[in-house]
């Protein structure tokens, strides 16, 4: 089994940025894929951000290229999804997943509220 505990997320003006961490425990060492994803009210949950454990490439949603920035922490088994520019449409619940393997996002944390004002 895997936990992910998702945090950072706040009030933010538009334009400005923010840094979501998430820490992940238990069997990590599966780890293929992390990512990150969003939701906002009367939507559907969207991909934003992904990160492959081994190599560390990463993979952005086209809302998120140039904006936001998904990095790791190895030692930590921590990985960060750094938000700048942020605008009133990134506002949503963001969750955390990790993939055993490529096929499927297998875990997810409990979700850290985001929220841009205009």
């Known amino acids: 089994q895997v936990q992910l505990v998702e945090s950072g997320g706040s009030l933010v003006q538009a334009g400005g940025s923010l840094r979501l961490s998430c820490a992940a425990s238990g069997r990590t060492f599966t780890t293929y894929f992390m990512g990150w994803f969003r939701q906002s009210p009367g939507k559907e949950r969207e991909f934003v951000a992904q990160?492959?454990?081994?190599?560390?490439?990463?993979y952005y949603a086209d809302s998120a290229k140039g904006r936001f920035t998904i990095s790791r922490a190895n030692a930590k088994n921590t990985v960060y999804l750094q938000m700048n520019s942020v605008k009133s449409e990134d506002t949503a619940v963001y969750y955390c997943?990790?993939?055993?393997?490529?096929?499927?996002?297998?875990?997810w944390g409990q979700g850290t509220q985001v929220t841009v004002s205009s």
């Open positions: 997943a990790l993939a055993t393997t490529r096929s499927k996002y297998d875990y």
């Open positions: 990160l492959t454990w081994s190599s560390g490439s990463t």
